[in-house]
């Protein structure tokens, strides 16, 4: 039957919808298999029951539109449930013993004492308790036990058809012990039904690992420089020394797994004598006071009224600086030409002049050139 979309009752875990036309009594078409295995029982009970012309009202019409709406359902399992759900509704609720539900209220205490719990899981057990404080299904159906009697199916009573219905109903979780049948009823033994084992499944297959390319330049460059390109490409990686030192031997070529910890070899300079170790110490200070050219600052460093260091200790001082990034000769220049503007005018040609002389400041063509363009100067326009 179609459904019209409004909610009417929210019970045992269900939504159920009403029809269009709610019929006063439930009758039915012969009702064929509803639940695959075990389907043949189920249909003779239920049509037994609809036989009664029991009057829909109240839990009658709940119980009518789970029973009708389970046709809309394509799977056998759960036709079987919402079935199973109609049987129970019409059952008396009937509530547990006074020591039982006392129990029960120690567990709700106990569960809502739970305070890491998720309130979520708490509220679902919550009302899984709630729901015990009635009686089971199989208990509550033997009110229904009466109107199965005289009927027969296969030879068997209806009411031997109905303890498979209500065993089905317990292994799917409809729960609670099993009742001492009535008298006359033999109590036999809920059909067991054998469900085909599930393969068991295959793991899955390890992902392939990712693989990536070791940089083929990383010899010659900084140990910065060469760590930097590995982390680039997802790779780790691991030296011993300082910085600045050059790359000699890398651990790992072509295509490794990404992630993979690749060990840099470091060609440790040699040990700096206390000249040299006094040349570069004095060459930074003097870069950081005023402007130079690297002429001006190897004169500075060597003059008898500077350093007075030997040539050899200037050099290596002044190679240091610009191995190590520690000068840059171009902004050198810039700040030299600047300091002169600052002090008086200078035409083009002077200023140049005055950046190249041998007496002036010593950087070299390239150089004065770059300066003269950051201070205004146009190679085009002249000064």
Do not use: C
């Amino acid at each position: 039957m179609p459904l019209d979309g409004v909610v009417n009752y929210a019970e045992h875990g269900l939504v159920v919808y009403p029809t269009d036309r709610g019929p006063r009594r439930w009758t039915h078409a012969e009702l064929r298999g509803v639940s695959g295995i075990a389907s043949a029982p189920s249909a003779e009970v239920l049509n037994i029951v609809s036989q009664q012309q029991i009057s829909l009202t109240g839990r009658g019409q709940v119980a009518y539109n789970l029973y009708s709406a389970s046709f809309n359902v394509p799977n056998a399992d759960a036709r079987l449930l919402m079935i199973l759900g109609a049987l129970e509704t019409l059952a008396p609720r009937e509530p547990r013993e006074a020591a039982e539900i006392e129990l029960l209220a120690q567990w709700t205490a106990t569960l809502d004492a739970q305070e890491e719990m998720a309130s979520a899981n708490r509220d679902s057990l919550r009302g899984g308790l709630n729901a015990l404080r009635n009686k089971s299904i199989s208990q509550r159906l033997r009110a229904l036990r009466p109107l199965l009697d005289g009927r027969t199916y296969s030879g068997k009573s209806a009411q031997d058809a109905f303890i498979v219905i209500s065993g089905i109903g317990n292994a799917l979780g409809g729960g609670g012990d099993r009742d001492t049948p009535a008298a006359g009823v033999k109590d036999t033994p809920a059909a067991v039904v054998d469900e085909p084992e599930e393969p068991a499944e295959e793991p899955e297959p390890e992902p392939e690992p990712e693989m990536v390319a070791v940089p083929d330049d990383l010899v010659g460059m900084t140990a910065t420089e060469a760590a930097n390109a590995l982390i680039r490409v997802g790779l780790e990686p691991n030296y011993d020394g300082e910085p600045e030192w050059e790359v000699l031997e890398v651990d790992a070529k072509g295509e490794v797994e990404a992630g993979t910890e690749v060990t840099l070899t470091l060609d440790e300079p040699p040990a700096l004598t206390l000249a040299q170790e006094n040349a570069i110490e004095e060459a930074q200070r003097y870069v950081q006071v005023m402007p130079f050219s690297r002429r001006g600052l190897f004169d500075q460093l060597t003059s008898e009224y500077g350093g007075d260091y030997e040539d050899a200790d200037a050099k290596f001082a002044l190679d240091y600086l610009e191995d190590n990034k520690l000068v840059n000769w171009k902004k050198e220049a810039v700040e030299a030409a600047e300091s002169y503007l600052d002090t008086m005018s200078f035409s083009r040609s002077s200023l140049y002049q005055q950046l190249t002389s041998e007496y002036g400041s010593q950087f070299t063509k390239k150089q004065a050139e770059y300066a003269l363009e950051q201070v205004g100067y146009s190679p085009a326009t002249g000064g």
